[in-house]
């Protein structure tokens, strides 16, 4: 599988390769500052069925489509809001979804799994925004895993998890922000927190007033509004308990530790992953996936995970690791 290191000119061919391949209704990895994307062509229903087939996601669950402008995110609607100017206006490019209704005759239902709303973005990655400004096309993208595992933040991660199956990687380092995008659905009659992210809640709010929220499972059982809403999602091979939980007979010699700021758990656990050693909640969701696959990586009966606290970033933390645990 092709490995095309981050490009140092804005003619760099290994970006002109992705958009070859894009434009052949081929699968491309491209980083974001969230995750690694799985990238195709979102006006072509051949090629998006192509992502599901190589993730192993279910038709069921709604794709996010990427784009490089606001002009081409109106493009792809029928309405665009006060409310869609202003947050667009004030955190694009960035970690910020907005699910918007879609115009059917420029992306079609594969990529909303038949949901008249589509959910739409600018990345904030500069090798991201050259290959959509290059491939002059939205690219539908999920997160470059199988699907329900743990989310990719390096290209290793994407050749860890997917192997040779997909037709081309573009890396561009290790993402950024390291959780995936905040979901803000516009499309009803007020704006619905879909699923938290690494835009904290409370700064959307200051822009266009109280979001509603939905329980944390609220797609358990029924088809999801957004990705990542399903009640498991994000695993890891290795079971995912609280600290406050009931441990039962599992020994901390055979558990790892994920914990938000430095502990005094002494040598306990066989190993203890620290996501912020300034206790700063940007660079716990930062390393928090990265520390799950290297904790999974061990071999270990469970990962015993702090609850980190409920406001900015550790309500996204929080939404990863839940899902993550579910059984």
Known sequence: MPIARRPTTSNDDRIARAVERLAAGEVVVFPTETVYGLGADATN????ARVFEVKGRPRFDPLIVHV?????????????PESA???????????????LSR????????????LPAVALRIPDHPMALELLTRCDTPLAAPSANRFGSVSPTTAEHVR????????FILDGGPCSAGIESTI?????????????????????????????RLPV??????????????????????????VDEDLGEISAARCGRLVFAPPALGSKY???????PTGDLREAASNLFAAMRRLDALDLDAIIADRFPTHGLGLAINDRLARASAR
């Open 45 to 48: 229903p051949l090629a998006v």
């Open 68 to 80: 490089a402008t606001q002009s081409a995110a109106r493009d792809c609607v029928t309405q665009w």
């Open 85 to 99: 100017a202003a947050l667009a206006e004030r955190f694009w490019p960035g970690p910020l979804t907005l699910v």
């Open 103 to 114: 115009r059917s005759d420029v992306i079609p239902d594969i990529v909303t799994s038949g």
């Open 160 to 167: 860890q998890s997917l192997g040779d199956v997909v037709d």
């Open 184 to 212: 803000i659905s516009l499309a009803g009659d007020q704006p619905v927190l879909l699923r938290p992210g690494a835009t904290p809640i409370e700064e959307v709010e200051t822009v266009i007033g109280v979001v509603a």
């Open 217 to 242: 499972q609220s797609a358990s059982g029924r088809r999801p509004l957004a990705p990542g809403m399903l009640e498991r999602h994000y695993a890891t091979r290795t079971p995912i308990l609280f």
């Open 270 to 276: 066989a190993s203890i992953e620290v996501l912020s």
